[in-house]
């Protein structure tokens, strides 16, 4: 599992690619942690080259979107591949979170919420 | 055919364990094989974490057998007893609001599998999975 993050003018992009799971979780966390006392609020999540993800993985995410909310901020996620879009169904969060389905959507959202 | 594998107690194996699920399932639909390896390694995860497998060099085991209307999995495990065919219920916006981590991997193998049973065998438990294609 990769992370890379990018920072736009209206909001940061995270990129993870391979494999999230409960061992490597733990990396993707760190690096969600760090944004949010940098001060980031505006997060989007690039899933394009996610290959798979647990209910670890999602912890992430819901773990943190409250405290993203709170400050105004929003988490866009992008570019799921079905396996990983039937893990969020499974649960019922693609009622809760923001879901797009590419970078470009995305992109447009951020510079609408801006 | 019966595919059988053994694996370290650890989270280090799970992409192991996932790519053995794959293998055993040659020519079925590609997220209904990704079902199958995410309720595994959810079983896997909540037996690394709560058992002290990894402490004392215990290991997992699995067989996997298909049958015309579906996928059956046998895992034999020294993790702790814990409930996992009671039927759980969660709320993502309770998780949400109180910024929770964890509590969904049951929910998931629940949501994936059609059959789910616990047998005691010594100091093993062997976890009995059914899904249906």
Known sequence: MNVTIAHFTDYTRISISGDLDANSSVQADEAFQKLLADGVHK?????????????????????HQ??????????????????????????GLNAIFTIVPDIDTAHNLFSKHS | MKHHAIFVCSLDQLPEIRAF???????????????????????????????????VGRDLE??????????????KDTALPFPIDERVQ?????????????????????????EISVQAAGEFHIVKLRKLY
């Open chain 2, 21 to 55: 699920i794959r293998a055993s399932l040659p020519g079925t639909a590609d997220v209904f094989v990704n079902q199958v390896a995410l309720a595994v390694d959810e079983l896997f995860t909540n037996a690394i974490i709560h058992s002290q497998c990894a402490h």
């Open chain 2, 90 to 114: 969660i709320d993502c916006l309770d998780k949400i609001k109180n910024r929770e981590k964890g509590g969904l991997g049951l929910f998931l193998i629940q949501q994936i599998m059609d």
């Open chain 2, 62 to 75: 699995i067989t996997i057998y298909t049958d015309k209307q579906g996928v059956n999995l046998e895992i």
């Open chain 1, 43 to 63: 997060v989007h999540i690039d899933m394009s080259d996610l290959n798979y993800i647990s209910s670890a993985g999602i912890g992430v995410f819901l773990s």
């Open chain 1, 66 to 91: 409250d405290e993203v909310h709170q400050k105004g901020g929003l988490i866009i996620f992008s570019g799921m591949n079905p396996r990983v879009q039937n893990v969020f169904q499974l649960l």
